[in-house]
């Protein structure tokens, strides 16, 4: 079996009529999608491994250029992160959210709508692609207000986390312009208030909501493990929402995957076709997904 994870996998002895019969098995999948808009969540090693980064902008141009509508919304955790701990300040997590102040606030503004998104748009563009990054602020994209965060302590309560936002309103007029235009929306989530407030929102919810907008065909979330795991560290392939609440009850599902998995949930629940939670550490794994019939990661159902 080929090592997925070797950058280098020679090939050279392959002859052209399997390479040939393996992009003609790829067909059904490009004509059931063709036209369709898949909304990606790019997050974890595939955005700070070098391998990674640059086969995930080879494959969102493949994806692109055989007639479908990738739509990236990007994280960062990381590199804000190391970015925080040269202006000696330490990010502090409540329930998988973090908590921002202004201070903060103004880091995660720079890193995640300058630096990652460029790095980004700059990648693809670099392997002939048109990527055109946006934020909250641009067409009006993303209108947030605070997050209110349930104390689990003190019911009835509220905890304070700072400018971390929730999302009130979606306008994906200027995404759907620059789909049509043949060009790759990369987004960074970050919303704005009614006063021109930034908010920091994490970007599974973003990309749920901007999939459920656009009823896009598949919402993509790479993580850095191979899907949702039961208690025993089985992969679990394919879920229902009301086996996902279930895990949500006894504790299976928790911390950091809870923003994931309820932003997975509700896509699915509001007219997503199919949402995906798949291993971004394995290299090319969005076509892996999109254009072979293995069942790659965890897919969520909303029934």
């Known amino acids: ?10 090939l050279s ?3 052209p009529q399997i390479k040939a019969e393996i992009l003609a098995q790829a067909l059904p ?57 040269k202006i000696g300040k330490q990010g502090t997590f409540v329930q998988g959210m973090r908590i921002t102040d202004e201070e903060t606030m103004e880091v995660v503004e720079w890193v995640l709508g300058g630096e990652v998104q460029q790095d980004i748009v700059m990648l693809i563009n670099h392997y002939g692609g048109q990527a055109v990054g946006l934020t909250g602020k641009d067409g009006g994209l993303i209108r947030a207000r605070k997050m209110k965060m349930p104390d689990k302590e003190n019911p009835g309560q509220f905890l304070d986390i700072g400018f971390v936002g929730e999302i009130e309103a979606i306008n994906p007029a200027v995404v759907k312009a620059l789909q049509d235009d043949a060009f790759i929306p990369i987004i960074s989530p970050i919303g704005f208030g009614e006063d021109g407030q930034a908010y920091n929102i994490n970007a599974d919810l973003v990309a749920g ?19 949702v795991m039961d208690k025993q560290g089985n992969l679990l392939t394919d879920l229902s929402a009301r086996e996902i609440d ?8 928790s911390g950091g995957m809870l923003p994931k998995i309820s932003s997975a949930l509700d896509a699915a629940k509001s007219g997503v076709n199919t949402v995906h939670i798949i291993d971004g550490r394995i290299e090319h794994s969005l076509l ?3 254009l072979t019939e293995q069942a790659f990661g965890t897919m969520i159902r909303s029934h």
């Open 29 to 85: 999948y490009i004509r059931k999608f063709h036209g369709k808009t898949i909304v990606v969540k790019y997050g974890g090693n595939a955005m700070t491994e070098e391998r990674l980064k640059h086969g995930f902008a080879r494959d969102v141009i493949l994806l692109k250029l055989v007639g479908m509508n990738p739509v990236v919304v990007h994280g960062g955790g990381p590199q804000i992160d190391s970015a925080l701990k």
């Open 13 to 15: 002895g392959v002859s």
């Open 246 to 253: 279930e895990m949500f009850a006894d504790g299976t599902i």
């Open 1 to 10: 079996m080929t090592d997925l994870t070797d950058s280098n996998t020679d």
């Open 209 to 227: 909501k901007i999939a459920e907008i656009l009823k896009a065909e598949k919402l993509i979330l790479m993580t850095n493990i191979p899907g």
């Open 288 to 290: 892996l997904e999109v």
